[in-house]
């Protein structure tokens, strides 16, 4: 342990929001990984800047993580401080039509509160498992509908502390990408703007969207969600699906015989067995049809 930056993160935060040594199998959704010499929990905008002023001060790596629904940390862990912006920094408020939420908001708590005030738009969202400052960096989507549709504004800080307001038409949104994403910003918060809809027409919406989700996805196992970026003209599922993979495993882990396009925890998989499967399947499938399959999810430490 470092003792100096250890004794410069208690002068910033109180010590039960400093964990050493933290298993990060529990706070990703693949339940896997290894310890994060440093786990932090800050609560405010400011708490963030003074551990980023502090990590680079010290010359300590940092890592800013959600609830971890799109993340791969190596069974080694991570020699840093990981800084997780989540259930310490999740408040929604609703003004009108525009939802006000902070970046550790979870998209499912966003959507429940836009159905409570009669507010649509925002019904694909509801089954995504992340917070809003993931969706945020990477133009999260689904069954038609992405982040980029609904954003009105987010703010964000930069690598060098500064904190400001991004509006809609400067995020640069794109599949999986955003500005955010390019120049490494830290998003603390962002506004959704919605429109007055109908409280029985939202629900029964995102009812209809639950049941595809709970027939189609493994959601019984532990995973990433999608696991790989569609390929332009393609859909990664299905190539792997053709390339014979169904069911395709590597120690624990396993691409899911329901759909394809996910990677799986079925039993008791490592990092490794994880990012080993990932590899197979991409080399086969570029073996097969010459399509390079992208890595949606992140990968944090050694691999």
Known sequence: ???????????????????LSEPMERHTTFRVGGPADYFLTPGTGEEIQRIVACCKEQGVPYYIVGNGSNLLVSDA????????IYK???????????????????????????????????EFAAGIPGTLGGACVMNAGAYGGEM???LKQVSVMSLDGEVFTIPAKE???GYRTSVIAKKDYIVLEAVIELSVG????????????????ISKQPLEFPSAGSTFK?????????LIQDSGLRGFQVGGAQISEKHCGFVINKDHATAADIAELMR??????????????????????EF
């Open 1 to 19: 342990m470092n003792q100096k930056f250890y004794d410069e993160l208690k002068k910033i935060l109180p010590e039960n929001c400093i964990q």
């Open 77 to 84: 862990g991570y020699r840093g401080a990981v800084i997780q």
């Open 88 to 122: 310490s920094m999740n408040r929604i408020t609703v003004n009108g039509s525009c939802i006000t939420a902070q970046a550790g908001a979870l998209l499912s708590g966003i959507a429940a509160s836009a159905l409570e005030n009669g507010l649509t738009g925002f």
């Open 148 to 150: 980029k549709d609904v």
């Open 171 to 173: 995020l640069e949104m």
């Open 198 to 213: 109908d409280v029985r027409e939202i629900k029964a919406q995102m009812d209809d969207l639950k049941e595809r989700r």
């Open 230 to 238: 569609r390929p332009e003209g393609y859909f990664a599922g299905k």
């Open 280 to 301: 197979q399947v991409s080399e086969k499938v570029n073996k097969e049809f010459g399509v390079v399959l992208e890595p949606e999810v992140k990968r944090l430490g």
